[in-house]
Structures are given as C-alpha cells and as structure tokens.
C-alpha cells in the first residue's frame, strides 16, 4: 500500500523533519535500489517542488543519471566535472547558490539557478550523488545539507 505523502506546510525544518519518517517507511522492507531511488526523488520533488530532484550512480568510473524528476537530464559526469562530480571526487556535500559562479558547472538545463549536491558514501567510497537543483538563487542552506545526507544514509545501496 502506497504510503501518504500529502504535502506538509511549515518551516523548511518542520517540512523534513515530518518528510524524513515518511522517506524511512516508503524504504523499510523494500530491497530494490531502483524503487527506493525513485520512491525518495519523488518524495522530495513532490514536497519542495524544485526544479530536478535525482540520482546519479557511478558506473565504470562515471556518475550515470539514475531514477530522477523534472527535465531531460544529462546522462554521463565524469569524476571532477560540474557540481557531480566535484561532489564525487571530494566525497562531500556542495552548496552552490548561483550556478553561474560555480568553475565549469554543466548546465542541463538553463532554468537551474542553484544547487546542492550530497555524496552517497559506503565503504568509504562514494557509490552515487544526490542532485537537486532549484530555479531560484541561494535556494539551499545548511538545513538542506543536514536532512538530504540523513535522507540519502536511509537508503541501501
């Protein structure tokens, strides 16, 4: 049965702190990667309403664009380029506030004002990226970085 994600009014804050348990029950019990990266995108895009909510997995030593939401994405990242893959070799979360500052930013779509990106890390090894990006400047902030790194420690990989 499909759990209920109704949209949840308030602060930033109280937004995830109410989405994170929701997140935690779609996952509990299910073992598909796919299902569980897709169940969370649509999660997040559902309850913000940003831009493009998606993963990005390495695969043969680059990040292929996994289960995502919002337009047309590029599909390969190589390690070091963009905010992906910046993200993926330095295995830490980026906050960009304007995209258009940000040294060799890969621009998928021209609508992408900010972004933040969050390293999935197991093993010590960065396995995927989580990518939201935001029509409007200096959208995401350190309450961002906080619930989307526990949101993507919720996931098996």
Not at 108 to 126: A, F, M, Q, T
Request: hydrophobic share 40%; proline share 4%; aromatic share 8%.
């Amino acid at each position: 049965m499909a759990e209920d994600l109704s949209i949840i009014t308030g602060s930033k804050e109280d937004q995830y702190q109410s989405l994170v348990p929701q997140i935690k029950g779609l996952l509990e019990g299910e073992n598909d990667l796919v299902a569980n990266l897709a169940n969370t995108v649509a999660a997040l895009k559902e309850q913000f309403g940003w831009l493009w909510v998606g993963f990005y997995v390495v695969k043969n030593n680059e990040l292929v664009v996994g289960p995502f939401q919002g337009p047309v994405a590029c599909t390969r990242i190589r390690k070091g380029k963009g905010v992906c893959g910046t993200s993926w070799a330095e295995a830490k979360t980026i906050i960009v506030p304007d995209v258009e500052k940000f040294p060799g930013h890969i621009a998928c779509s021209s609508l992408s004002k900010s972004e933040i990106v969050v390293p999935v890390i197991r093993n010590d090894e960065v396995v995927a990226v989580l990518d939201v990006d935001s029509e409007d400047l200096d959208q995401f902030d350190p309450t961002d970085q906080r619930y989307l790194e526990e949101i993507v420690n919720l996931i098996s990989f």
